[in-house]
């Protein structure tokens, strides 16, 4: 069996759980590479795909938590959801070079926390 064989049949048999935690860690990984390059000095593509990568993640779960049939508590989906529209207006503060990555990191791995 091959490598990608074996990643694709792992990936089919986790849980939304599992997906979210591991989506959380692959774009957290990115955010910190970026904030490393970016406190070098480097603004380049890089560090923006990362920030629109984590963007993008918290987008698709705002979309999700609005659902009728998501099965979170009702609280629990309206603190997600200010989360969510907090990530996106922090990530454009720091495009305008007002805010750091620290922020967005620790967030993410607060979710990572509650996901596992």
């Known amino acids: 069996m091959s490598v990608n064989a074996y990643l694709n049949n792992q990936r089919a048999a986790e849980t939304s759980r599992q997906t979210e935690y591991r989506l959380f860690a692959e774009i957290t990984r990115e955010l910190i590479k970026a904030k490393e390059r ?3 000095g480097e603004m380049d593509s890089f560090v923006l795909s990362a920030i629109n990568r984590n963007v993008e993640l918290w987008n698709v779960l705002m ?3 609005v659902q009728p049939e998501n099965q979170l508590p009702e609280a629990l989906r ?3 959801v200010s989360i969510a529209l907090w ?3 922090h ?3 720091f495009r305008h070079g007002k805010a750091t990555m620290d ?3 620790e967030v ?4 990572m926390g509650g996901l596992q």
């Open 103 to 105: 922020a967005l990191i």
């Open 108 to 111: 993410n791995r607060s979710i």
């Open 38 to 40: 970016h406190e070098k």
């Open 87 to 89: 990530v996106d207006r």
């Open 63 to 65: 979309i999700d938590l």
């Open 78 to 80: 309206a603190q997600l």
């Open 91 to 93: 990530s454009i503060a």
